[in-house]
């Protein structure tokens, strides 16, 4: 986060692999956090290299974020699931929410271990809100886990958000798939809202973050406008639709050679 301390590399949490890079450190960096090592700092140069503005799509994609998230806390909403939500940043979901709803319940997931030793130590101290080391590939685990460990009633709107995690979800782990299970166990009220690496992204960066980061979790797979406009099915698709995220947040905000595109659909 942008006042976590300096990791060193002597120092290394366990199940941390500082010679690989990882998208929440990649994106911490662009952030201008410090959780981040060397082989990070790399690749987010390789990609600025190109696309220099990327560090403010970077910011863009926070308040995207929080945009959402507000909707969903107008509309009434006192549960959100921030799924794959990095190293933590301030502003934060729970403390947007809790301007609107104080015992909102916000639960924080990531896979990453790094991201949720942070996420944990900041949440000791707020009630209502968790951390969970969990996978968003294994919905079924992670859903009993929000039930059980976060005091998340489904059976009342909730609203998720994967904001720059689904292009990270290869197609062989069927990401359509696995959002469908998300939406089946959310209640009538309930708001999904993502960002998601678009194929109209500039080819530079698309090799940059698919070919140079293979076989890593840094990975991204871009998709099309009509495949990501699936992980909606079943949704009414609210504000602009399935857009380059800039167009969510205001008419005259720079495009970027990085296309990130934003949805949010609420369920009926
Ligand atoms: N959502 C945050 C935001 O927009 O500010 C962070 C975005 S960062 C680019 C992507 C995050 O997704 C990383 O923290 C990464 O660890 C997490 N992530 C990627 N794949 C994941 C998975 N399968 N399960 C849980 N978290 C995942």
């Keep these: 986060g942008v006042t976590g301390p300096q990791p060193e590399i002597e120092r290394v949490p366990q199940g941390v692999d500082p010679h690989e890079p990882r998208s929440a450190r990649v994106y911490d960096y662009l952030l201008g956090g410090k959780d981040n090592y060397e082989v990070d700092r790399a690749l987010a140069h390789r990609i600025l290299a190109v696309a220099p503005e990327t560090r403010s799509l970077a910011w863009f994609s926070r308040k995207f974020l929080l945009h959402a998230v507000r909707t969903a806390a107008t509309a009434g909403v006192r549960q959100f699931v921030d799924l794959g939500s990095g190293i933590p940043t301030s502003p934060n979901v729970h403390e947007v929410v809790h301007e609107t709803h104080p015992a909102?319940?916000?639960?924080?997931?990531?896979?990453?271990?790094?991201?949720f030793v942070h996420c944990n130590a900041l949440m000791g101290n707020h009630p209502g809100v968790t951390a969970l080391h969990a996978d968003v590939r294994r919905p079924a685990e992670l859903i009993r886990r929000l039930e059980t460990e976060s005091g998340i009633d489904f059976a009342a709107p909730v609203a998720i958000t994967l904001v720059g995690v689904l292009h990270y979800v290869m197609d062989d782990e069927?990401?359509?798939?696995?959002?469908a299970r998300y939406r089946e166990a959310m209640a009538p009220g309930s708001y999904l809202a993502f960002t998601h690496g678009a194929d109209i992204s500039h080819p530079e960066i698309i090799?940059?973050?698919?070919?140079?980061?293979?076989?890593?979790?840094?990975?991204?797979?871009?998709?099309?406008?009509?495949?990501?406009?699936t992980f909606l099915d079943g949704l009414e698709?609210?504000?602009?639709?399935?857009?380059?995220?800039?167009?969510?947040?205001?008419?005259?905000?720079?495009?970027?050679?990085?296309?990130?595109?934003?949805?949010?659909?609420?369920?009926?």
């Design 104 to 115: 909102a319940r916000v639960a924080y997931v990531d896979n990453d271990p790094v991201v």
């Design 174 to 179: 069927n990401p359509a798939e696995l959002v």
């Design 207 to 229: 090799e940059r973050t698919s070919q140079d980061a293979r076989n890593s979790s840094a990975q991204v797979r871009y998709r099309s406008r009509d495949e990501v406009t």
């Design 237 to 268: 698709n609210t504000g602009p639709g399935v857009v380059p995220l800039q167009q969510w947040l205001a008419d005259d905000l720079p495009e970027t050679k990085l296309v990130l595109y934003g949805a949010v659909g609420r369920k009926r």
